[in-house]
Nanobody, 121 residues
Framework: QVQLVESGGGLVQAGGSLRLSCAAS????????VNWYRQALGKQRELVAS???????DLANSVKGRFTISRDSAKNMVYLQMNNLKPEDTAVYYC???????????????WGQGTQVTVSS
């Protein structure tokens, strides 16, 4: 099992910055990819950023140039640096991990509890 804990959310004015952290713990053979999703009130959950085990990153078009995803493998941490925040970035942000369990099965449903990001105009 893998446990994910997000932190770093909060209230910020438009144009400000926040850094979200995702701490992973537990037992897994290999984490292939870690994603950041967000869900705004009344909207579907959307993929914001991804980072693979090899360090390849991908960002949604809506956040390119403003957000950066990174990791510290030694600490089992993944970060989402969010700059130039806009009111439309307001959402609950979730960390998601996908990988191979110690018993050899692939799972894509490891989720954290989420952290609220609110951007005021």
């Amino acid at each position: 099992q893998v446990q994910l804990v997000e932190s770093g959310g909060g209230l910020v004015q438009a144009g400000g910055s926040l850094r979200l952290s995702c701490a992973a713990s537990g037992s897994i053979r290999r984490i292939n990819v870690v994603n950041w999703y967000r869900q705004a009130l009344g909207k579907q959950r959307e993929l914001v950023a991804s980072i693979t085990s090899s360090g390849t990153t991908d960002l949604a078009n809506s956040v390119k140039g403003r957000f950066t995803i990174s990791r510290d493998s030694a600490k089992n941490m993944v970060y989402l640096q969010m700059n130039n925040l806009k009111p439309e970035d307001t959402a609950v942000y979730y960390c998601n991990a996908q990988g191979v369990t110690t018993t050899g099965f692939y799972r894509d449903d490891y989720w954290g509890q989420g952290t609220q990001v609110t951007v005021s105009s």
